[in-house]
């Protein structure tokens, strides 16, 4: 898929958030920062809410740091705000959800499922130069875990402001981290 490491392309999205009136959002917009682009195919359906909730539950921890969260479908701003306003689950969300219905985004992340209209379930975390450093596509029907994406995240900030060190499976921040040399190879 070749994507890791590509810079974001061009959009311009209608955004709906709570307590705010309806904004346009553009790659601009996130230039300087991390963001987390979360598509979810529809909504107002079943394990989308699940996880959506789940991520809501690290928004404040990812605000802290640094990170902005949109979460993205298919629908638009305006289904959003009703899903908002309707679901007990998604009506405590504080971040902002993006509408696509010209699939602008579902596009240039390379998600879209044209014979559906529908984005899959896919999160993307771009750095503050605008690259895709992190990326998690699943099926249909299996839910994404924010506790993991929020470590992914964490050590995605290590290594960019320790270059030279890389983060072993399943680090957690503090841990140990590696310094990839020749007199590490076949020692791990």
Same mark, same amino acid.
């Given at each position: 898929m070749g994507i890791i490491g590509s810079t974001i392309k061009p959009f311009k999205?209608?955004?709906?958030?709570?307590?705010k009136d309806f904004f346009d959002v553009t790659e601009?917009?996130?230039?300087?920062?991390w963001a987390v682009f979360f598509f979810y195919p529809a909504d107002f359906t079943f394990v989308c809410p699940t996880e959506l909730e789940d991520l809501g539950a690290k928004y404040?921890?990812?605000q802290g740091m640094g990170v902005e969260v949109f979460g993205v479908s298919t629908d638009t701003h305006f289904s959003h705000?009703?899903?908002?306003?309707?679901? #007990?689950?998604?009506? *405590?969300? $504080?971040y =902002?959800?993006?509408?696509?219905?010209?699939?602008?985004?579902?596009k240039n992340f390379g998600v879209l499922r044209e014979e559906m209209g529908l984005a899959?379930?896919?999160?993307?975390?771009?750095?503050?130069?605008?690259?895709?450093?992190?990326?998690?596509?699943?099926?249909?029907?299996?839910?994404?875990?924010?506790? #993991?994406?929020?470590? *992914?995240? $964490?050590? =995605?900030?290590y290594?960019?402001?320790n270059p030279g060190q890389v983060c072993p499976a399943a680090?957690?921040?503090?841990?140990?981290?590696l310094a990839p040399s020749l007199d590490l190879v076949g020692k791990i």
């Amino acid at each position: 898929m070749g994507i890791i490491g590509s810079t974001i392309k061009p959009f311009k999205a209608t955004a709906f958030q709570a307590g705010k009136d309806f904004f346009d959002v553009t790659e601009g917009d996130i230039a300087g920062k991390w963001a987390v682009f979360f598509f979810y195919p529809a909504d107002f359906t079943f394990v989308c809410p699940t996880e959506l909730e789940d991520l809501g539950a690290k928004y404040d921890e990812l605000q802290g740091m640094g990170v902005e969260v949109f979460g993205v479908s298919t629908d638009t701003h305006f289904s959003h705000k009703a899903w908002h306003d309707t679901s #007990e689950k998604i009506g *405590k969300l $504080k971040y =902002a959800f993006l509408g696509d219905q010209l699939h602008t985004l579902s596009k240039n992340f390379g998600v879209l499922r044209e014979e559906m209209g529908l984005a899959d379930r896919a999160t993307f975390v771009v750095d503050p130069d605008g690259v895709i450093q992190i990326m998690e596509i699943t099926c249909e029907g299996v839910g994404r875990n924010a506790t #993991e994406l929020t470590r *992914k995240i $964490k050590a =995605a900030q290590y290594v960019r402001n320790n270059p030279g060190q890389v983060c072993p499976a399943a680090w957690e921040e503090g841990s140990d981290t590696l310094a990839p040399s020749l007199d590490l190879v076949g020692k791990i």
